[in-house]
């Protein structure tokens, strides 16, 4: 994941995330074709800030379905329930597919492939506490998004 400050974000149209400095936090921003594809992505800049991703095995699987009242509380809503599974399991994803998601839907339901973090074979990089609402985008075409994290 290339590092980038808040203005800045890597070239080219393609799906991509990447991270960003703010005073006391982290945030993450992403791009995709979709909702569904940049839900994917900003979990996928969640992992990574937290442990190499391509460490992880999916070995284990997790799903999930949520709603929320807009694309924001979503979103927040999305990263916190990855969140949860480190918290709560110890567990982080490799990879998340994510279900289409209609123009107007506030639901978001998909699977996880992941496993237990192993200190030995999964290097911790970052605490991360939370997702917030802090300054949180996501583009009117639901096609990029930044969010802030507590650390």
Known sequence: MGAADAEEEPPGEGPAHWSFGTTADVGIAAR???LSGLLEELA???????????????????TFSLTAENDEELVV???EEVL??????GWLP?????????????????????????????????????????RLQVSPDRRRA????DI
């Open 84 to 89: 949860y599974w480190q918290d709560a399991f």
């Open 94 to 134: 490799r990879t998340v597919k994510v279900e289409p998601i209609p123009p107007g839907r506030r639901e978001v339901r998909g699977e996880a492939l992941g496993e237990t973090l192993d200190p030995r074979r999964h290097p911790l990089r970052l605490g991360v506490k939370a997702a917030t609402l802090h």
């Open 77 to 79: 809503a999305f990263l």
């Open 44 to 62: 996928q800049a969640l992992v990574e800030l937290i442990t190499d991703r391509a460490s992880l095995e999916p070995v284990g699987r997790r």
């Open 32 to 34: 995709a074709a979709d």
């Open 146 to 149: 930044r969010v802030i994290l």
